[in-house]
């Protein structure tokens, strides 16, 4: 069956490890796991063991569990070349300064998009299944939510490629379907359309508002 990021509810991974995964993604808390001397696959399970101890403290608020997640995110993932892969070849249509912004609206809206939904947690889990090699050096590792009794498991697969001797996370891809290659396709048409400049302004007015570009991506069966 088809699945696609675009036209699908939020009830298949909105209770899932993996919103928070990808969430927020503000704060700069280390997380040494990602050194070395750690395989794709171990930095993937020490990410995500990192993370469900966040969602299973009840003694933190919503907003203490959405600040310490963005942190662990935003330290995991390679923000500067998970927006060169969004833009593509529009990366160069960007000056210097405009990169930069992006760089840092882009981190806000991931935010704005994925974040929402920590208080539904119900104790899914994340199983690694294996790794898989990819050009440039990089590495997929393969995972999947397990869910209990009360929904269907969810594929997730975690691009990483090594920067400054750790790996970090560069693309996620829920059930097949690529973060990048969702983002991408938006943000080509604004870029398209209105240039560098466009796309800046809407997703700044977006992340001011705290709305995302379109409803919050999750895929399902169909």
Known sequence: MKRSLRTTSSTAIRHSVLAALVAGLAAGLALRAGASDKSPSQVVDALSNRVIAVLQDKNLT????????????????????????????????????????????????????????????????????????????????QTKILRGGHADDVLVDYRLRQHDGQWKIIDVIIENVSLVSNFRSQFQDIVATGGPDRLLTLLKEKNDKGEPLQAPATPEKS
């Open 62 to 141: 919503t907003d203490q569990r959405h600040t310490q997640i963005e942190a662990i995110a935003y330290d995991a993932m390679d923000f500067e070349t998970l927006s060169k892969l969004v833009l593509a070849r529009n990366w160069t249509k960007f000056s210097p300064a405009q990169q930069s912004e992006f760089i840092d609206q882009f981190k806000r809206h991931l935010s704005i998009t994925y974040g929402r939904n920590f208080d539904t947690y119900k104790n899914e889990q994340v199983q690694i299944l294996g790794e898989r090699p990819e050009a440039r050096g990089d590495v997929t590792v």
